[in-house]
């Protein structure tokens, strides 16, 4: 009897190795795990809201559904995916403007290192002078990205992202005590960070340049790089000199540069498809702030799979935020009509930027075009 005993134990004892060594993390007792769990249920909070947020009440009640095994709203972790836009949603767009617009006007008009064409410099002045008296040239969308791209060109990777890091540091027009970098949305932030401790996967869709965003929610958010959906430009190799690239080779010395021909401006109908082409499956959550989002956020509800959400930011907030009642009021009749779900600044949000920020009325700024950005650099 002791013999078999002892056989069996050292079968056992074998098996144990033999499964550790597999790779399968087995323990009875193991206080890594049970901090990794703690860690986890810490992060499973959403922060920076009402007590009274419909909104919070709304997301909290859709996660526990989804990722509850024995509701039949469940949806396995592979297809738990949220989409968010990124200016207006998750970092403010109104100190003064897009982040990517005060980076072009910085880049065109006003760095010392950067000589820009005729066009451009033409450009970027009544896009300035658009954004401080809130008359925005015809066609700005379009021609911003046409001329970012090329105030880009020649730059890596690299050196655009540490250069949109440098323009991070600058204060945020219109507020005390904020940097253009730290301006996210705190609740907000919280939701990104609330969803992927409960498994799911977060990718930012922005009409924003890809690069720049990259470098934007590296810190805040720690959203993987591959996850970053935005607007694109060409790549090309430092070497190439114009060659088509289905010819050219990338050599040993090669460098990759931006070549800054827009690739797509990844708003409206170009985020689905977007989407469709980099995650390949259909969200089941959409976070967003205008009508760029709301292809997205209708391609979210209609996933025929899953049920899916779609919440909108509603900028109403005059007190904190440079809000706006006409476009929040649009935004919560949009809401209304095709089913999507309102988040209120003002009602929903117990901190914007944090209590030590303020929202400074631009009239009180006394800045002339230009003056905050020169300070800035």
């Known amino acids: 009897m002791n013999r078999i005993k002892i056989t069996a134990l050292m079968l056992v004892a074998a098996l144990m190795i033999s499964l550790t060594g597999c790779g399968l993390n087995i323990s009875f007792n193991n206080p890594a795990s049970k901090d990794s769990l703690s860690t986890k249920e810490n992060a499973a909070e959403l922060e920076y809201w009402s007590e009274d947020s419909a909104a919070a009440a709304s997301i909290r009640d859709y996660v526990s559904r989804v990722t509850d095994e024995s509701n039949e709203a469940f949806i396995p972790v592979e297809d738990r995916i949220a989409v968010f836009d990124l200016d ?23 760095d010392d290192t950067y000589d820009a064409p005729d066009d451009m410099r033409e450009f970027a002045e009544a896009l300035e002078a658009g954004v401080y008296n809130r008359k ?42 904020l940097t253009k970098g730290d301006a996210f949305y705190r609740p907000m932030v919280s939701v990104v960070k609330y969803l992927m401790a409960n498994d799911f996967t977060v990718y930012i869709v922005s009409g924003s340049d890809r690069t720049l965003v990259r470098e934007m929610v590296k810190e805040k958010l720690g959203v993987p790089e591959n996850h970053v959906i935005g607007m694109s430009y060409t790549m090309v190799a430092k ?125 009180q700024l006394e800045v002339e075009p230009g003056d905050a950005l020169d300070e800035a650099a």
């Not at 060109?153 to 991070?168: F, K, Q, S, V």
């Not at 931006?258 to 401006?265: A, C, F, R, S, T």
């Not at 930011?313 to 649009?330: F, V």
């Not at 988040?343 to 009239?363: K, L």
């Open 239 to 363: 070497g190439q000199n114009g060659a088509d690239g289905l010819e050219y080779q990338y050599a040993p010395d090669d460098e990759l540069e931006i070549g800054g021909d827009l690739v797509i401006k990844t708003i409206k109908m170009n985020k689905v498809s977007a989407i469709s082409q980099e995650i390949g499956k259909v969200p089941v959550l959409s976070f967003g702030n205008t009508a760029g989002d709301q292809s997205m956020a209708q391609y979210t509800v209609n996933n025929s799979q899953y049920e899916s959400k779609a919440y909108m930011l509603m900028c109403d907030d005059l007190e904190r935020e440079h809000g706006n009642m006409d476009k929040a009021d649009a935004m919560k009749q949009m809401c209304e009509e095709f089913g999507f779900e309102p988040i209120s600044m003002r009602d929903d949000f117990a901190t914007i930027y944090g209590d030590d920020v303020e929202a400074v009325p631009y009239e």
């Open 88 to 110: 207006g949603t998750l970092i403010g767009e109104l100190y003064p403007s897009y982040f990517e617009y005060m980076m072009f006007i910085h880049r065109a008009l006003h």
């Open 136 to 177: 925005m040239p015809d066609n700005h969308e379009r021609l911003h990205a046409k001329y970012a791209g090329m105030s880009h060109a020649g730059m890596t990777p690299d050196e655009l992202r540490a250069y949109t890091r440098e323009y991070m540091k600058t204060p945020a027009d219109g507020f005390t005590n």
